[in-house]
């Protein structure tokens, strides 16, 4: 896998599957209200929203990922293969943009910016 298109498929998947894992558990809680007061209240509210389809969905993708990311992790080195990662904040951001119409300014466009230049540059030093 080191360094093969299966080993960065495994990558691929890892970023689509938090993406999504991300994505769908916002979903899910945007039909819900905010996080209650009260310390029993917040616990019983959070424990609710687990057994929600979107948010079970996306906690079972997350853990999907994690799967996925231990095999990465036994191919490449993790300084080569964590800065990968960054991606999935990128797709999360225009994503959310368009699914949730959250803010997309000028400095979240340069972060984006500067978060794939960073990969790059890593990816071309190794």
């Known amino acids: 896998m080191k360094g093969s298109p299966a080993g960065y498929a495994c ?8 993406t999504y894992a991300q994505l769908a558990m916002k979903w899910g809680l945007s039909k819900t209200g905010r996080l209650p007061a ?3 209240s ?3 509210f959070l424990l609710s929203q ?3 389809p979107w948010v079970l969905s996306g906690l079972a ?4 990922a994690a799967l996925l ?9 993790v300084s080569r293969a ?3 990662m960054g991606l999935s904040f990128v797709l999360v951001l225009l994503l959310s943009h368009i699914m949730f119409r959250e803010e997309l300014s000028i400095t979240s466009l340069l972060g984006v910016a500067l978060v794939i230049a960073g990969i ?3 990816g071309l030093s190794k």
């Open 11 to 18: 990558i691929l998947g890892t970023i689509l599957l938090m």
């Open 38 to 40: 009260g310390l029993w």
């Open 42 to 44: 917040k616990l019983g």
């Open 50 to 52: 687990v057994l929600t």
């Open 61 to 64: 993708a997350a853990a999907v």
């Open 69 to 77: 990311w231990i095999a990465v992790l036994t191919r490449f080195d």
């Open 82 to 84: 964590y800065p990968f």
């Open 120 to 122: 790059t540059v890593i």
